[in-house]
Structure formats: C-alpha cells, structure tokens
C-alpha cells in the first residue's frame, strides 16, 4: 500500500493545477474559432434533444396503444413516422456536429504544430545534441494527434453527456 504523505498531496494538487493550466493555454487556440464552436455545440444541442425525444415518443407509443390495446393504426403510424424523421434528422445532425468538430480541431492543431515547429526552429544546436530526432518527431507527433482528440472527441462528449443529463433530468422530472 503506498504511503500519503503532505508532499504526495501537494505534487498532485500541483499536477492537476498544471493540468488545468495546459488546458487553459490550449483553449487560447480555439478561441479564434468561437463561432464555428458555437455553431458545433448548437448542432450537439440539437442532436441531443433527439436523442431525448426519441424515448418520449415510444413511452407515448407504449403508453396510449400498447399497454390499453388501442391499436389506432393512424396514430401508431404517426409516431412511427415521426420517431424515424426524428432519428434520420439526428443522424445528419450528428454528422454535421462532427465534422464542425473534426474542422476545428484541425485547423487549431495546425497552427499548434506551426507555434511548435517554430519553437523547435528557436532552440539552440545543444537540444539537438542531447535529444534524438525520432524523440522531437515523436512527441510533436503524437501530443498534438492527443490534443485533437481532446477537442474532438472528449470536449463533444463532455458537453453532450451533461445536455443528456438535463434532458432526461427535465424529461423524468416533467413528464
């Protein structure tokens, strides 16, 4: 069992201030993108209010024809109908949510590689000495392909589960 002590606490209050401090300084790069971000999050907003009226219809479905044995063959129709618009509907939404993501996050982790490759071209010959070339390929590489999926994939999720979150609260709160 590993041993607490203050300094352990201390140096992981640190790396999660360090952290969010990184996080921080990465949330500058989008910051020229505020309106494609917006226009992304109001895409994930509306495909998560299909996402929450998709359950509403077939609880209305079970509710007034399958549990009564009320087979309006019309209605049921109706639903159905609309339950199928609504997931088509959701499914060009999300495509359309993603790739706003998908274009943002490249065009911010390009010009992050471009600030990098700059400041590898600002070092001086002693770093290159030191650090072999696969290692400076390597981590440009593979931080900046992690960083794009944080803005990708994880920020998307993030605001999305907390929206289903609000919907299924609102949903189960005011039937």
Known sequence: MENVTAENGRKDMREKTSHFKVFLRLLKYAKPHAKSMAAAF???????????????????????????????????GLLAAGFLFIQFANSVILYLQSLKFQTIALKIIQQLRIDVFAKVQALGMKFFDRTPTGAIVSRVTNDTEAIKEMFVSVLAVFIQSAFLLIGYFYCDVFP
Request: hydrophobic share 55%.
């Open 42 to 76: 109001f895409l994930l907003g509306l495909a998560t209010l299909g996402e929450v009226i998709g359950p509403i219809l077939i609880k209305i479905f079970i509710d007034d024809h399958v549990a009564p044995r009320n087979f309006d063959w019309q209605r049921i």
